[in-house]
Nanobody, 118 residues
Framework: QVRLVESGGGLVQQGGSLRLSCVAS??????????IDWYRQAPGKQRELVAE???????TYPDSMKGRFTISRDNAKNTVYLDMDDLDPEDTGIYFC??????????WGQGTQVTVSS
């Protein structure tokens, strides 16, 4: 059974930082072969991509996310991190991770809530 478990969310003041973690288990092809993405969904809005860490250790960010978010992965721990700096109330939402592999499909975690107060 595949499980992706996000953690590290919480309440933080504007300008603060958080580190989110996504721990995966049960991926049949081995964690290192999967691309791991972080998405977020703000209240009343669509889910949007925040960052991507590929199986080749390449990281990608949408233009709107560049500068304050850093994704990294530790394959030995089956974990991907999202470091978020200089947080703004607009960053409030549920943050999800997913794993993707063309030979195995896509799996999602349940999400972790991030709330940024002004």
């Amino acid at each position: 059974q595949v499980r992706l478990v996000e953690s590290g969310g919480g309440l933080v003041q504007q300008g603060g930082s958080l580190r989110l973690s996504c721990v995966a288990s049960g991926l049949s092809l081995g964690f290192s072969t999967y691309t791991i993405d972080w998405y977020r969904q703000a209240p009343g809005k669509q889910r949007e991509l925040v960052a991507e860490a590929s199986s080749t250790m390449t990281t990608t960010y949408p233009d709107s996310m560049k500068g304050r978010f850093t994704i990294s992965r530790d394959n030995a721990k089956n974990t991907v991190y999202l470091d978020m700096d200089d947080l703004d109330p607009e960053d409030t939402g549920i943050y999800f991770c997913n794993s993707r592999n063309v030979y195995d499909g896509t799996y999602w975690g349940q999400g972790t809530q991030v709330t940024v107060s002004s």
